[in-house]
């Protein structure tokens, strides 16, 4: 069993920045894929971005890329993905999510644990 905890969302105004981070327990972090979703009330939960056990590979919906990287940590069995250029679209609840099947996905099904979710709100 994985149990992850996000943190570092809150408000920031357009064209700011945020750095999410999400902690896992368990020592078998660094051979899981992590992915950031994000969620907006009356919508499916969305793929934002994905890295796999080394870092090596990552995947990100085109909407952010150029602005976010998703990058980690195993020594801290942390993921993080830093968000620049925020924009108001940005604004939702971002789930961190672990894969332990290790392929970078964007499949939200595909992953086995979930955090609770940090809200992001960016205003205009």
């Known amino acids: 069993q994985v149990q992850l905890v996000e943190s570092g969302g809150g408000l920031v105004q357009a064209g700011g920045s945020l750095r999410l981070s999400c902690a896992a327990s368990?020592?078998?972090?660094?051979?899981?894929?992590m992915g950031w979703f994000r969620q907006v009330p009356g919508k499916e939960r969305e793929f934002v971005a994905a890295i796999n056990w080394s870092g090596g590979g990552t995947s990100y919906t085109d909407s952010v890329k150029g602005r976010f990287t998703i990058s980690r940590d195993n020594t801290k069995n942390t993921v993080y993905l830093q968000m620049n250029s925020l924009k108001p679209e940005d604004t939702a609840v971002y789930y961190c999510a672990a894969n332990k099947f290790g392929m970078v996905t964007s499949t939200s099904y595909e992953y086995d644990y979930w955090g609770q979710g940090t809200q992001v709100t960016v205003s205009s």
């Open positions: 368990g020592r078998a972090f660094s051979m899981y894929t």
